[in-house]
């Protein structure tokens, strides 16, 4: 989803080769937030992505910190293991709640500046 070249999966718009659920990715088709990346919700690229995963019963919580030119971005990803195979089924901004999924009616950057 976050490789180190600093451009998240399906940058242009495309989710097909993303580890997403299909709900998931016909939601960030369908809702695009305006000007950033959708999976990161970046408006430029990432530097030094960091994960930190918690086992859940249902799944996994994947924490995601990306550093950015002018602060920090942090996300957190539910993901299900439907047919053996992991994948993202929501995004949220680390720490905030459901408020700030994706599939929440208005989505929101999750940007933090620096201190």
Known sequence: M??????????GGKYDS?????????????TPIPYVDQLCRCTGRY?????TV????????????LALDNGQQSL??????????WVVS???????GTSTSVFSDGPTLCFASAG
């Open 90 to 96: 929501d995004i949220t901004c680390a720490g905030r």
């Open 2 to 11: 976050f490789p180190d070249s600093g451009t998240a999966c399906g940058h």
């Open 47 to 51: 530097h030094a992505p960091r994960f």
């Open 76 to 85: 957190d990803l539910g993901l299900t293991y439907p047919q053996g195979v």
């Open 54 to 65: 918690t086992p859940l019963s249902e799944g996994a919580l994947v924490k995601v910190d």
């Open 18 to 30: 993303c580890p997403v659920t299909p709900e998931l990715a016909r939601r960030l088709s369908a």
